[in-house]
């Protein structure tokens, strides 16, 4: 069982919706969740954090944690195309990042 | 968060030969990593960058051929060694700060290609 399990995609969602990312990860002791967001081309950019049961919200993104599931998600309302990237889940563990695979969103205009 | 710049941004090389990527951060930070980015794959640490002190590899990695150095709280080199083509990838540095909740910010990458 991969460390961080995210579907690779890719999702598409029209402009305007609500896209849903989604993480999984395999050590209960972590403690930090990351969202990243990578445009083609480009290196990963720190978009949400979360570290407490419940929800994050920040503009347009709400990070959501479930400890007990071993759960992550992201969500973005109102989608635009300059969403469209590579999303990274991250988890902390001893120190380091572990990345999960990533899932590519598309949203069409 | 510190600004990070990498150098080269970009490089062909050869076969056999080297590259060291510098990475420079404009304030100082506590923990500075190396990641590799194969093409369509996510992040791999290679190693935590330790300041003063050697490097900590990860599985599968080792300072012979990643060489690495942290002089100070700013800045931190990779060597990629005898490079072959399987070298060929995206390198990357990452900061964070013991103050923070171990967000890590990343520089924009070195897009290495090997003959």
């Known amino acids: 069982q991969k460390e961080v399990e995210q579907n690779s995609g890719p999702l598409s969602v029209p402009e305007g919706a609500i896209a849903s990312l989604n993480c999984t990860y395999s050590d209960r002791g972590s403690q930090s969740f990351f969202w990243y967001r990578q445009y083609s081309g480009k290196s990963p950019e720190l978009i949400m954090f979360?570290?407490?049961?419940g929800d994050k919200e920040d503009g347009r993104f709400t990070a959501q944690l479930n400890k007990a599931s071993q759960y992550v998600s992201l969500l973005i309302r109102d989608s635009q195309p300059s969403d469209s990237a590579t999303y990274l889940c991250?988890?902390?563990?001893?120190?380091?990042?572990?990345f999960g695979q990533g899932t590519r969103l598309t949203i069409n205009p | 968060s510190a600004v990070i710049s990498q150098k080269p941004s970009r490089d062909i090389c050869q076969r056999g030969t080297s590259l060291t990527i510098q990475c420079q951060v404009d304030?100082?930070?506590?923990?500075m990593f190396w990641y590799r980015q194969q093409p369509g794959q996510s992040l791999t640490l290679i190693a935590t960058?330790?300041?003063?002190?050697?490097?900590?590899?990860e599985s599968g990695f080792v300072i012979d051929k990643f060489p690495i150095s942290r002089p100070n709280l700013t800045f931190s080199t990779l060597t990629v060694s005898n490079m072959s083509p399987e070298d060929s990838s995206i390198y990357l540095c990452?900061?964070?700060?013991?103050?923070?909740?171990?967000?890590?910010?990343f520089g924009p990458g070195t897009r290495l290609t090997v003959l």
């Open positions: 304030s100082q930070v506590t923990m």
């Open positions: 979360i570290y407490s049961n």
């Open positions: 960058a330790n300041q003063g002190s050697e490097a900590t590899y």
């Open positions: 991250a988890v902390q563990g001893a120190q380091k990042l572990v």
């Open positions: 990452s900061e964070t700060d013991r103050d923070s909740y171990n967000e890590q910010f």
